[in-house]
């Protein structure tokens, strides 16, 4: 029985959406700092997804109430009249609150019902913790017959959408089954989702998703079961840091020289554990037949580790350095010998750990061997300690005392590798990380990308009025963010931080933010052969009004960034501004 109704849909499974009609391909975001939604026909397809697939992952989840929060919201806005008295605001407050509690309850009542056709849905998006949404009131942005269709942080009515199915085969009321072609029809709008062949004029490559009528099918591909779905097993999607245990260190990848580089970075912190770089996250990927599925991880699993900073593969190649010590002790001289002992710990390292850009590369699958006796087919604990074999070497990753950047004054990367024996002390812990702290560095990471593409705008000149208008508002997200502070509407420039998030001021220099902010500064200023955009004298001309606005954004996010953080402060002198 559990077999046979595990190939239908339930409420709590992570699926994604594969458009198929005149535009196929995923339906996904364009990261944390931007609410519209996609299909990247060029991305992906089903036999082989899209690189970023954490953006087209959505959790089913059941039809949530909202009327009381709506009460609330236009209140809030002020729509009932400017002179709401707190009494009766406090109460739909509270109306609200109590709402929320009561959908997140039917929640879990309801998780692993299995869903039927004509059953109303909602969809929320992994990565950003947000519903999908379409607002009948306002038309899509570039097909405007159709209605728009984005992300909302609460959802709304308009995140309400009856399943249904595309064939005649299936009929109102029978079960979902997973791999079905269905049509998501909004219960208030009427018309359904639609893979738009239009493309995005910032983002080529990218077809806007809207609500139109339409033949737009959409195969519900399963990524994970509601059941799997579990806080304490290692499963796809989880993202973690990799704590060698015995050299307390945990295993990053950085640029060094502009090369990138796998090691275990050295902190001068006294707790070891506390050095929580953002460079040293990795996403979990669990290994399937089916590439659009993930799932939770057995010991008998094969497993990949992706960098969230850079998506890029953790894998082991030749190392250059190694040195046989058979071959070598026929044909080394006296002084040779002594070369070679200094040597002798690059010699264990066969292979050495390196990035790779695909998850296809072979010499990227990993299996993780358990300290403690284990039955192969048990579901790994999401905090263990392991020891890593690479598959394609049939090697062991082994740590070593051997600097990388050994010209430095302070080395702190330590050369990480593999080699045919295993030894106990090579374990590490997986440290499981918050879903705040990963949406965090989603943030951080698509922050740095939108201002980063701006910047090369500026320098060039040919910055559209849209694209102000975007940074200036994702600049305005920024101070927020880093305040650790709520948007509630109030003046940006007015708001203090009363107690600074360290993390989050670590990440503003980590993903190169702070990098792109005087990028920002910088550029209007700089000479070309036609004068630069902007002089200072003309920071006082209301026409520049826009400009000046956006500076003073840049001034505060670079000192709400360096408040009590000497690291930032030290950055912030390295880099001139004229």
Known sequence: MSEHRSSFLHIGDIVSLYAEGTVNGFISTLGL???RCVVQPEAGDLANPPKKFRDCLFKVCPMNRYSAQKQFWRAKQGKQGSNTEGDLFKKLQHAAELEQKQNETENKKLLGEVVKYSQVIQLLHIKSNKYLTVNKRLPALLEKNAMRVSLDPSGNEGSWFYIQPFWKLRSEGDNVVVGDKVVLMPVNAGQPLHASNIELLDNPGCNEVNAVNCNTSW?????????????????????????????EKFLTCDDYKDQQHIFLRTTLRQSATSATSSKALWEVEVVHYDPCRGGAGQWNSLFRFKHLATGKYLAAEVNPDYRDESTDSKTETESDSMYSKKKRPVEKITYILVSVPHGNDIASLFELDATTLQRADCLVPRNSYVRLRNLCTNTWVTSTNIPIDQEEERPVMLKIGTCPTKEDKEAFAIVSVPLSEVRDLDFA???NKVLEAFVRKLEKSVITQNDRRFVTKLLEDLIFFVCEVPNNGQDVLSVVISNPNRERQKLMREQNILAQIFGILKAPFAEREDGPILKLEDLGDQRYAPFKYMLQLCYRILRHSQQDYRKNQARATTVPIS
């Open 33 to 35: 700092v931007d609410d």
């Open 219 to 247: 195969k519900v591909t399963l990524f994970m079961k509601f059941s799997d779905y579990r806080e304490d097993v290692l499963k796809g999607g989880d993202v973690v840091r990799l704590f060698h245990a015995e050299q």
């Open 445 to 447: 990471n698509d922050a």
